[in-house]
């Protein structure tokens, strides 16, 4: 059974750097037809896509968080992570990973299941 | 401000329906992409539950059903239970952004 399980830290300081990784287990990233994403949700802007990686590298991105976001895999420990740089009060969320299942490797077209429990990340001072 | 909008809240009494659309645009739901669906209880995790606008996953009760016409989508839910209280959220692609865009959410409340 799929499962994917996100860490990091809960509390980061403005203008610092957010990193979190998305632990899966039950299946190996290093599956063809699958990205792993990486979605958001805060209170005012409900769920946001922040972007999803294929294990051949190939990244998309929320054209909002470009510049500030890099997505990387670890097929040797099966992990997807995440990095946003310079962050701001606006970045305070629950932070999910899921699997995205694209119709094909060129686009992110598809859904996204299962997702991990998510993980709250409060940006403050 | 969420790329597809959907009610922000529905109701419903127990044993009756309840329909949440979800509108979008010609660069979404318009283009056409395919809508999906999601169920999320109070302090879990988003579930899916409708992928490809009308294909249920395994396990999901046939009392859940969606459908597309041209920039919108329904998710429609018949026979309410106490249990399907939930916020729904759709989800599509946008071709002018390349990713994934979501609704803002539609709270159900069972009566």
Redesign the interface.
């Known amino acids: 059974q799929l499962q994917l399980q996100e860490s990091g830290p809960g509390l980061v300081k403005p203008s610092e750097t957010l990193s979190l990784t998305c632990t899966v287990s039950g299946a190996p990233i290093r599956r063809s037809s699958y990205y792993w ?1 990486w ?1 958001r949700q805060t209170p005012g ?5 922040i ?2 990686i294929h294990y051949s590298g190939n990244t ?4 909002s968080l470009k510049g500030r976001l890099t997505i990387s895999v670890d097929m040797a420990k099966n992990q997807v992570s995440l990095r946003l740089s310079s962050v701001t009060a606006a970045d305070t969320a629950v932070y ?1 990973c899921g699997r ?2 694209a119709y094909n490797v060129g ?12 993980t709250l990340v409060t940006v403050s001072s | 401000q969420s790329v597809l909008t959907q009610p922000p809240s529905v109701s419903g009494a127990p044993g009756q329906g309840v329909t949440i659309s979800c509108t979008g645009s010609d660069s979404n739901i318009g283009a056409p992409h395919d809508v999906h669906w999601y169920q999320q209880l109070p302090g879990t995790a988003p579930k899916l539950l409708i992928y490809g606008n009308n294909k249920r996953p395994s396990g999901v009760p046939d009392r859940f059903s969606g459908s597309k016409s041209d920039t919108s989508a329904s998710l429609v839910i018949t026979g309410l239970q106490a249990e399907d209280e939930a916020d729904y959220y759709c989800q599509s692609y946008d071709s002018s952004m390349s990713g994934s865009v979501f609704g803002g959410g539609t709270k159900l409340t069972v009566l």
Request: proline fraction near 7%; aromatic fraction near 22%; glycine fraction near 22%.
């Open positions: 994403g979605i802007k409900g769920l946001e896509w972007g999803s998309y991105s929320n054209p999910y995205h299942l686009s992110v077209r598809g859904w996204f299941d299962p997702w991990g429990q998510g």
